[in-house]
C-alpha cells in the first residue's frame, strides 16, 4: 500500500501525547509542540504505522469479503449474483469498487476499509448487481436499491470525496445523482 500523505499539528497545550487519525486519504499526526525534528519523524512513523496496523486489524479478509457478498446477494439480490471471488485492491483511487462480469470477480478499493460496514455492504450490493446488469440503467439501480441504506450510502460516498478534495467516482444513477462507486 502506498505511503498516506502526512499532516503534523504541532500544540502548545500538548504536553506528552501524539495521537493519530485518519482524515480521508490523509494521515493526521497531533504532537507537543517541544518535539524535536528528529522525535517528529520517529513519532510520525510510529503512528503512521500503529494506525496502519489498527486499519488491517479491523479490515474483513477477502474470503470474508466473499461470504459477506454472498449473504447480501441471497438477502437483497435474490441470490441470482454469485461471484467467484471479492478482493481488496490498492489502485484504485477513482473508484470505490469494480466488476468484471466475464470471471465474475469484484474489487474493493482499500481506502473503503475501515468506512461504516454499512458502506460498504452498498458498495458489494452495488458491485453484485454488475454481474448481471452492466449498466448504471433503470433495471440496474432497482436491484441496488433494494438495499435499504443505498441513498445513505451514496450519500456518506460523496461527502467523503468532498470532504477529501477527490473527484466523486464517474457514473450516473437514473435520479442525476452520482453513483458513488464505479
Known amino acids: 500500500m502506498a505511503r498516506p500523505d502526512v499532516e503534523v499539528r504541532r500544540s502548545k497545550r500538548r504536553r506528552r501525547t501524539v495521537s493519530a487519525y485518519r482524515d480521508g486519504d490523509k494521515v493526521v499526526v497531533l504532537i507537543p509542540a517541544s518535539l524535536s525534528r528528529k522525535e517528529e519523524r520517529d513519532w510520525v512513523a510510529t503512528m503512521v504505522a500503529r494506525l496502519e496496523k489498527s486499519e488491517q486489524r479491523r479490515a474483513p479478509s477477502d474470503q470474508e ?18 461471484p467467484e471471488s471479492v478482493r481488496w485492491v490498492d489502485n484504485q483511487q477513482s473508484r470505490w469498487g469494480s466488476c ?16 461504516p460496514s454499512w458502506v460498504l455492504d452498498y458498495v458489494i450490493v452495488h458491485e453484485l448487481a454488475h454481474l448481471f446488469e452492466p449498466a448504471h440503467d433503470e433495471r440496474f439501480w432497482s436491484w ?16 467523503w470525496s468532498a470532504a477529501a ?11 442525476g445523482g452520482s453513483s458513488e462507486v464505479d
Open 144 to 159: 441496488v436499491d433494494r438495499f435499504p441504506q443505498a441513498e445513505r450510502a451514496k450519500g456518506y460516498l460523496l461527502g
Open 65 to 82: 469479503l466473499l461470504e459477506r457478498a454472498l449473504e447480501l446477494s441471497d438477502q437483497y439480490l435474490g441470490g441470482i449474483a454469485v
Open 165 to 175: 478534495q477527490v473527484d466523486s467516482p464517474p457514473g450516473e444513477s437514473p435520479r
Open 100 to 115: 468484471t462480469p466475464g470471471d465474475r470477480t469484484i474489487r474493493l478499493s482499500h481506502r473503503l476499509q475501515g468506512m
